[in-house]
Every structure is written in C-alpha cells, then in structure tokens.
C-alpha cells in the first residue's frame, strides 16, 4: 500500500489497448458487415475510454465501472450485429474467399478480447475491488495461483485474457475452474460465437471446394 493506506493500482491500459483493437478490427471490415460506417466504432471508443481512464485516476470508481459496463455492451452489440451480418451474406456470396477469412478472423478474435474484457470488468467486483482486498480468494473463476496460497497474488487483464483465449479454441475454461453461474452463462455464449464463426469458415471452405 501507499502512505495514504490505499492498494496499489492495477494498470488499466491493457484493457483499454484490447477494446482499441476491436474498434481497429472492426474498422478492416467490409462495410456490408456494419450497420453504418466500419470507422465508427473505433471514434466512439477512443473518447469514452479515455473519460473512463479520467474517472479512474480521479478515483471515481463507481462512474468509471458504468462507463465501463457502457462500452463492453456497445463493442458486444457490434460484434454480435456483424456476426449475424455475416451469416446472412453468405447464401448471397457477398463476400469474396479473402474478404470471408479476413471478416471471420476478425470477429474471432474480437470475441476473445471482448470476453477478456468482461470477465477482467466482473469477476470479483472488478478490477477495483480486487485492489482493495489484496488477495484475489474469491471470484467467479478458481486460477491456479489461487489454491497456492500466495497472499499477494491477484489476476491481472492476461490472465483474463488466457482465460478468454482457451475458452474460443478450446471451448473450455482449460485449467480455471468456472465456479459462477453468471460466468458459466457468458463462457457459453462466447463459445457458441467462437464456434459459429469458426463453423462459417467451414463451411464456406467446403463450397469453394
């Protein structure tokens, strides 16, 4: 702790570069597969996230994790609008072999970075309330580190990360037990996005050949 008695501070940067990215991503895609223009997400993102780091070194906790809560709910929106966007334009062929790969790719790993997001955002509070209790011994995932006793240890954004990476190729947790049901409901949803694209890939692999 500091000399005004408060925990030291998670950096939130690795949050904020992993939803600057889907906006990058989402940018690359073809128009046809965003409700407006591609650039869009990506100039609302920038502003609010940085609102959301002012509210965090301003330590208006509360604030920051609705802002927080907002934009999760806008980039989810976005991924699943653009998903459905895409299932309905491949009996058309709108899109071309390349424009699919890159489109699926996208999306796929999108879903990862925005699942990464809301468990780092939810679990335990978040990462706030993580910070105030200095031991993470409670939350809504069982990581390793976890069952070795290690007073100082708390889960960062990568392992959340980690975490979100095993759930889209493996479509499972791997090595982190899932002992809420809010975070068993969401790991399904992510798998089941993750395994429809994939599936989409397939597919459309398939009919070119």
Partial sequence: MDAEGIPPSEPRWPAVMALLSVGGLYAGLPEFLTPGPSWLLLVLLIPISAVGLILHYRRKHRLNQLFGYGLLTLVTIALVWSLGLLIAAL???????KELLCSAAALWISNILIFASWYWRLDGGGPHQRE??????DGAFLFPQMTMNDAAWRPGFVDYLFLAFN????????????LSRWA?????????????TVALLAARAVNIL
């Fill in 132 to 137: 105030l209790r200095g031991a993470h011994v």
């Fill in 91 to 97: 009996p058309d062929h709108k899109e071309s072999p």
């Fill in 167 to 178: 759930t889209s190729t493996a479509f499972s947790p791997t090595d982190v037990p899932v």
């Fill in 184 to 196: 068993k409901g969401m790991m399904m949803v992510q798998a089941t996005i993750s395994f429809t």
